[in-house]
């Protein structure tokens, strides 16, 4: 039997919450599979499980803030006999936490009593015993379909309405739909579900809710009779993207403020000749169809990742006090969110993929990050963070080490410039490099090393 538990996503991560499930008990699953979600205070994230099996048991209800290496359910694999179901045991307590108040999430539900028929213990999930408080069916009369007679959804769902009773139109509906739904006011009579049979998912809710919102925005005002003027509240209620906001800030904080407390930082920096890189690439990209064009940021992800691999000892994680080198290079990369903060979210095994190999793994991240539909993996299994903050104009950057990670790789502005080289002065096409590097782990003759290979590789485009 495996234990599948909250993940740590994140250095600054100490509990989230279970924001919902997509998997049942008796759901068979395979490594990758997404079984869950989980919000943090940088999003909700899909969180995969790494091991074959079947669902065994779901132990924490939707909506429950847990700390990380809490136990969410039980995987059993194959040939393994089912466990007894357990009593329930109270979820460990958690401080609790300011975006705990979002109007996305309601408060962790209060556990019913357990329904009894016959003198054992019946088995309810979740969704199937809310769905009967809303329609007054008395559970104890139902026979469950699900593994062990468990009452699911599908047998509330299918109990015959009284005939006298007036016609009640059940509404197919996720418990996350519902929830959010309630919290923003959309009504889920007008909503049609894209999910299986209809049934309304959190997006169909975000969607009709994104609607009212652009048609307030352009409703065209009525004319009115005058009104006296009447004092302006000094404040307003914080929105969500407010809190969401708050609660990113604070987690990039606590994170910063831990690498800058543990970690003995040195900095370096380079100037790299960009301009037969930028050649090349146009060259390359006259070839090419505009969808397939690649963009200059990917020559520094990929000679970064080149250069990792002459110099390893920046790819690792500082753990137990002492250097954990990873042989994966997996190149986490800075994406700003339209709503603010920063997500740094991996490519990886950069070092094997081609150029447009590369360009793919990039659009589909940043899509995926701005969209909301990141995997656990994509937050955990980073080995050093790089951050290019050209397009702002910025110049150059010295960047904070995400621990445990050891180095950061920052790339400013490609910019042109006077240049020496072999007596003569001309114009080039210049970024300026910089390391940042953890002092316990390297030190400065490594981290040149690495800007030694780095500058090499983007002198010979067509190798990349």
Not at 6 to 34: C, F, H, N
Not at 121 to 126: A, D, F, K
Not at 237 to 264: C, H, K, L, V, Y
Not at 443 to 456: H, P, S, W, Y
Request: hydrophobic share 40%; net charge negative; glycine share 8%.
């Amino acid at each position: 039997m495996v234990e599948f538990t909250m993940p740590s996503l994140g250095a600054d991560m100490e509990s989230g919450v279970l924001y919902d499930w997509q998997v049942k008990p008796g759901d068979t699953v395979k490594r990758g599979d997404i079984v869950a979600s989980v919000e943090t205070d940088k999003g909700v994230i899909d969180i995969e499980v790494f091991t074959d099996g079947v669902v065994d048991q779901l132990l924490v209800a939707e909506g429950t803030r847990v700390p990380v290496g809490t136990v969410l359910a039980l995987i059993r694999g194959e040939g393994e006999e089912p466990v007894a179901m357990a009593e329930a045991a109270p979820a460990p307590a958690v401080e609790a936490h300011p975006m705990d108040q979002r109007p996305l999430l309601q408060p962790p539900p209060i556990q019913p009593k357990p329904t009894h028929n016959g003198g054992g213990r019946q088995r309810v999930s979740p969704a199937a015993r809310k769905l009967a408080s809303e329609l007054g069916i008395d559970l104890t009369i139902l026979k469950g379909s699900g593994p062990g007679g468990a009452i699911s959804l599908a047998d509330v769902e299918a109990v015959p309405k009284p005939v006298a009773a007036p016609e009640v139109a059940v509404i197919q509906a996720s418990p996350v739909a519902r929830r959010l739904a309630q919290a923003l006011g959309v009504d889920l009579h007008i909503i049609k579900g894209s999910g299986p049979n209809g049934t309304i998912c959190r997006g169909d809710v975000e969607k009709r809710a994104a609607e009212l919102i652009r048609q307030a925005k352009t409703a065209v005002p009525t004319k009115a009779k005058p009104v006296r003027e009447t004092a302006v509240p000094t404040t307003t209620p914080s929105s969500p993207t407010t809190d969401f906001q708050a609660g990113m800030r604070r987690a990039i904080a606590a994170a910063m403020s831990r690498a800058n407390r543990e970690i003995p930082h040195y900095y370096l920096e380079t100037q790299i000749d960009m301009s037969r890189a930028l050649q090349w690439l146009e060259a390359e990209n006259l070839k090419r169809s505009i969808k397939e064009r690649l963009l200059p940021v990917v020559l520094l992800i990929k000679a970064t990742a080149k250069a990792l691999g002459d110099v390893p000892q920046l790819n690792g994680y500082w753990q137990e006090d002492q250097l954990q080198v990873q042989e994966a290079i997996h190149l986490g990369f800075a994406i700003a969110l339209r709503q603010g903060g920063l997500v740094t979210p991996a490519i990886h095994q950069a070092d094997t993929l081609t150029l447009d190999e590369v360009m793919v793994e990039l659009r589909d991240l940043i899509t995926r990050t701005r969209s909301g539909r990141l995997r656990s993996s994509d937050l955990t299994d980073a080995t050093v963070t790089l951050t290019s903050l050209g397009d702002t104009g910025v110049e150059k950057v010295y960047g904070v080490i995400y621990p445990p990670q050891v180095a950061l790789v920052g790339f400013g502005k490609i910019r042109e410039q006077p240049w020496a080289q072999n007596g003569m002065i001309g114009i080039r096409q210049v970024v300026t490099a910089t390391l940042a590097g953890d002092h316990r782990a390297t030190d400065g003759r490594i981290g040149a090393q690495f800007l030694v290979n780095l500058e090499k590789y983007l002198q010979e485009p067509e190798k990349l």
